[in-house]
């Protein structure tokens, strides 16, 4: 297997992670043009699910649940955000 085909490998397996989609996602809405303020908002808060998930043990997107996101958001309600 040549240098090339592990990176290419390497790539596929952190392609799914929770990160690297954020990252993606914040890539994606600068490139759009929003504003800083947008930017900081989304990823402040993405950041917070990030920190809650990883504590779950999830790194894939696949891994996030229905369930996740309920327990999520009934977290975010006892931390005096909006239900």
Same mark, same amino acid.
């Given at each position: 297997?040549?240098?090339?085909?592990? =990176?290419?490998?390497?790539?596929?397996?952190?392609?799914?992670?929770?990160?690297? &989609?954020?990252?993606?996602?914040? +890539?994606? *809405? /600068?490139? /759009?043009?929003?504003?800083?303020?947008?930017?900081?908002? !989304?990823?402040? !808060?993405?950041?917070?699910?990030?920190?809650?998930?990883?504590?779950?043990? +999830? &790194?894939?997107? =696949? =891994?996030?649940?229905? =369930? &996740?996101? /309920? *327990? !999520?958001?009934?977290?975010?309600?006892?931390?005096?955000?909006?239900?």
């Amino acid at each position: 297997m040549n240098t090339k085909t592990i =990176e290419h490998a390497t790539l596929q397996i952190f392609s799914d992670t929770v990160p690297n &989609i954020i990252n993606q996602f914040l +890539v994606e *809405r /600068r490139s /759009r043009g929003l504003s800083k303020n947008s930017v900081w908002f !989304y990823n402040r !808060y993405l950041d917070a699910f990030w920190k809650y998930i990883d504590q779950l043990g +999830v &790194i894939n997107i =696949e =891994e996030i649940t229905p =369930e &996740i996101i /309920r *327990r !999520y958001m009934l977290f975010l309600e006892n931390q005096g955000h909006n239900p």
